[in-house]
């Protein structure tokens, strides 16, 4: 066995300490090769945190996170709480009424409704059996869900329309890339029972109005898919088409040529654009009903004034569509996220009926938050126009642990004031505390120490000027109102 033996150790002024190891290599053959490996010596401390940190790393090894899935950080919680708020706003003005729906359903909910064919149901789902021997899925989209429970709770019986949103996280096991993952949020609306072109218009006006609230410039995309009977119609053209293109097309458009002849128009694939292109376009397959409905609907987008383009090869990836269908743009088509739909929508008269319940024409849209934040953070930078991060109006600051336990008392006093306060109370020192409330660029700090505990006063401290006021613990909340005018 190879031995290995610490020979020396020098100090070079006030230099590190090195260590040269030898290691004897061959004792047998009386041979010594040596092998000299220098680095430094580290301090008690130093192994520690080298310990620390090892153990650190192998931590964050052990418990990494599903490929797809990720933590939303508390960095990035001011943008989700916007988008958030921004879609309640919308919701309520439009009168829509929020929903909640169970992350699981029945596997056959999403098979009948999305449809067979479908990237989502024949790639994407989470399905699995439950312990009751149950097939079931975790949702890939609410609008099953949502007509589900229309079903349901028999919402029939509700004045029309019945309009419903919500905010949710779906589960699609897509091949994760920027903007594509494997848990990923929607913003949902859905109109049941109304056919008017003009709720066709105030769901993209929803949607467009979500993006101007938060001053992200989108285009919209629409066309009209027809109804089934002129889609079929359609589909049996393109077919022919497409068979005269087979050699062109990429390998998964090949298979799609029978199959679902209308995914071939929603390929990204280069290759398969020039074919796209010359393909021929839906809209010219509309009987003259069908026609004027989608340029009623358009009628409503120009009185809107929401810029739209006509987007003939525009179909949309689940099968329960029918009529109007749309989907929503970055402009700026330069930027990467461009290149992904950041939401999507469109009529689906036909589902409630395909589920067993009565006709219901509906139509709705969902918007893919995560693609929103991750635009947002770019667009916002690039623009000089961030979101602020959360603001405190004061700092409290306390001086030993009786001072704290006074300190505590006092931030739960002046709750609900409307002022925001700082505070950390695992830092003991008063001039720590002073740096943070600095970092935070707070105006006031108030300052409870030992002689304004046994008088019952605090010490407010003008940041600016580092003039100190003492006043009365049961006045604070009037005073400080009065000085930060809330
Ligand atoms: P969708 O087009 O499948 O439509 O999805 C809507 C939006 O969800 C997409 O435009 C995209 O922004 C986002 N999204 C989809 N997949 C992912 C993913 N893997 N990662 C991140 N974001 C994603 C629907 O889901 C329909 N239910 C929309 C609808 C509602 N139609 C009528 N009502």
């Known amino acids: ?51 620390i940190d090892k153990k650190r790393k192998k ?41 909640e729906t169970p992350v699981v359903e029945e596997t056959k909910l999403f098979i009948r409704t999305v449809g067979k064919g479908t990237d989502i149901v024949d790639k994407e789902m989470y399905t699995f059996e439950d312990k009751d021997g149950k097939k079931v899925t975790l949702r890939p989209e609410g609008t099953a869900s949502a007509a589900r429970a229309f079903i349901g709770h028999g919402m029939w019986n509700k004045p029309q329309p019945v309009k419903l949103w919500y905010y949710s996280p779906m589960f699609r096991h897509d091949r994760p890339q920027a903007g594509r993952y494997r848990q990923f949020w929607q913003y949902s609306c859905e109109c049941f029972g109304a056919d008017d072109p003009s709720v066709d218009a105030e769901n993209v006006l929803m949607a467009y109005n979500f993006f101007k609230d938060l001053n992200l410039p989108v285009q919209i995309r629409i066309n009209s898919i027809g109804d089934p009977e002129e889609r079929e119609r359609y589909k049996q053209e393109l077919i022919t088409y497409l068979r005269t293109k087979r050699s062109y097309l990429c390998e998964d458009c090949k298979k799609r040529i029978n199959r679902s002849p209308l995914r071939v128009l929603d390929c990204k694939q280069e290759e398969c654009q020039p074919v796209i292109e010359g393909a021929p376009q839906i809209i010219d397959w509309l009987q003259e009903p069908s026609k004027n409905r989608f340029m009623t609907v358009l009628e409503y987008l120009d009185e809107l004034g929401i810029p739209y383009t006509l987007d003939t090869k525009l179909v949309r990836g689940l099968d329960y ?132 505990l046994q008088d019952g006063t605090i010490i407010i401290r003008d940041m600016e000027s580092g003039v100190q006021e003492i006043i009365d613990q049961k006045k604070i909340e009037s005073h400080l109102k009065k000085k930060l005018k809330k």
């Open 59 to 99: 931590a964050t090894a052990d418990w990494s996170l599903l490929r797809g899935m990720r933590d939303l950080l508390p960095e990035d919680q001011k943008y989700w709480r916007k988008c958030f708020e921004t879609a309640q706003n919308v919701s309520d003005y439009f009168l829509y009424k929020k929903i």
């Open 1 to 51: 066995m190879p031995k290995e033996k610490k020979v020396t150790t020098k100090k070079v002024g006030k230099k590190k300490k090195t260590v040269l190891k030898k290691k004897i290599l061959n004792k047998k053959d009386n041979k010594q090769e040596t092998k000299i490996e220098e680095g430094p010596v580290l301090t008690k401390k130093e192994k520690e945190e080298k310990k």
């Open 321 to 452: 569509y029918n009529g109007m269908v749309f989907e929503i743009y970055y402009k700026d088509q330069e930027n990467e996220t461009a290149q992904s739909a950041l939401g999507g929508g469109g009529r689906y008269d036909l589902l409630i009926e395909s589920m067993g319940g009565n006709h219901t024409p509906a139509v709705g849209f969902s918007i893919g938050v995560d693609r929103v934040v991750n635009l947002m953070k770019t667009h916002f930078k690039e623009n000089n126009c961030d979101l602020p991060d959360q603001k405190v109006d004061i700092y409290l600051a306390h001086l030993g642990k009786d001072a704290r336990r006074v300190a505590l008392r006092l931030l739960e006093e002046i709750r609900g004031s409307g002022i925001k306060i700082g505070y950390n109370f695992f830092k003991e020192a008063l001039k720590n505390q002073l740096e943070a409330a600095n970092k935070l660029e707070v105006p006031y700090v108030l300052i409870i120490g030992q002689k304004e």
